[in-house]
């Protein structure tokens, strides 16, 4: 308990958090209720926590997620998701939040930029004022739908990219490799967007390397895989580049099966690649190792598998300044 109350009370910052991956069972069907969404596949929301329980992979993951996006339709729907998630976070200490969307998912189900955009930028603008902290705003392409689509996506964006901090690619991994975007993440450069990938989550090392070297992304989502490429961690200690892990959503979507806990401590002991803890998913990843999803949850089950100490969490809060997108100042504030 008094490591909890430890990690609690250091401030963090969250940089790896899938908006739509917020959507608690509770607020599913509030959501449902609210516009008369009848088509749930699920009784109430203990059903719909008990297809949480356990995952085969991530594409298993990924169908019951999109599944769940059904009852968002209105402006205020997202303003209410966004708003949850960053309450909670709050509460655990999390003082600067940098909060990725997938537009796909709703466009695909006729829900315009017009209407889910302003409602997370009007959450994000309240944060301060109602819950004490900073957000931004990270818009995923989801590789499955192809680099055509994501053109398309960060053409439609236009008019909102003052409000939009960067870019990254989600969603299904194999079989749609980094370099298929280049033209997509090199329009975003210039713009002045940040960048980021998933990789090294379902897919190998292969893909951090060439996200790295193709995508030239400012930081990998996952990563944990990079373990298996010695070169490729000498290369990212030696660049800085940060990871964003994601402790417990590797547990249950089975990256490294029956050995995560072990390539964590590696990751982290072993080795000095810049290393950020975060949630991805939090209302999914509720293992019964962790009894929670959140960020605090997840710095526990690492902390335990890792066997980390004070200061070595104490670097993780700082390395989450750090890695994230606020301004120097704001980091150097905070580090
Ligand atoms: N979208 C939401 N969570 C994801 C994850 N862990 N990997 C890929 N796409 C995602
Ligand atoms: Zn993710």
């Known amino acids: 308990a008094s490591l909890e109350a430890f990690i609690r009370t250091l401030p963090k910052a969250e940089l790896h958090l899938h908006v739509e991956g917020t959507l608690e069972p509770e607020l599913l069907f509030s959501l449902a209720k609210r516009n008369n969404v009848s088509t749930l596949p699920y009784a109430d929301a203990a ?28 402006e205020q729907d997202y303003y209410d998701l966004c708003d949850a998630y960053m309450a909670h976070a709050a509460s655990e200490g999390v003082v600067h939040a940098e909060i990725m969307f997938d537009p796909q998912a709703h466009l695909r189900r006729g829900i315009p930029f017009s209407t889910f955009f302003p409602g997370l930028q009007r959450a994000v603008a309240d944060a301060p004022a109602r819950h004490g902290l900073t957000a931004c705003l990270l818009m995923c392409f989801m590789r499955d739908l192809g680099a055509e689509s994501a ?64 995508l030239q992304v400012d930081r990998i989502d996952h990563g944990v895989r990079c373990l298996d490429d010695p070169a490729l961690v000498a290369h990212l200690e030696k660049c800085g580049t940060a990871l964003t892990v994601c402790p417990l959503s590797n547990l249950c979507l089975q990256v490294y099966p029956g050995e995560i806990g072990e390539k964590l401590r590696s990751l982290l002991q072993d080795t000095k690649v810049r290393v950020t803890i975060n949630s991805d ?33 104490a670097q993780l809060a700082v390395n989450s300044f750090e890695a994230s997108f606020l301004d120097a100042a704001a980091k150097k504030a905070r580090t």
Do not use: W
């Open 47 to 74: 059903a719909a926590h008990a297809a949480r329980a356990s995952f085969s992979g991530l594409g298993d993951f990924l169908d019951k997620y999109y599944e769940g996006l059904s009852v968002l339709l209105k």
């Open 151 to 214: 053109a398309e996506v960060l053409q439609q964006a236009v008019p909102y990219k003052e409000h939009i901090t960067g870019i990254g690619l989600d969603s299904a991994e194999n079989g749609f490799p980094p370099h298929l975007f280049v033209d997509v993440f090199n329009k975003a450069a210039a713009m002045g967007l940040r960048r980021m990938a998933h990789a090294g989550e379902e897919g190998g090392a292969e893909n951090i390397c060439s996200a790295l070297k193709d």
């Open 281 to 313: 998913d939090p209302a999914y990843f509720m293992h019964s190792e962790s009894g929670g999803g959140n960020l605090l949850a997840n710095y526990t089950y690492v902390t335990k598998v890792a066997g980390l100490d004070a200061r070595q969490l």
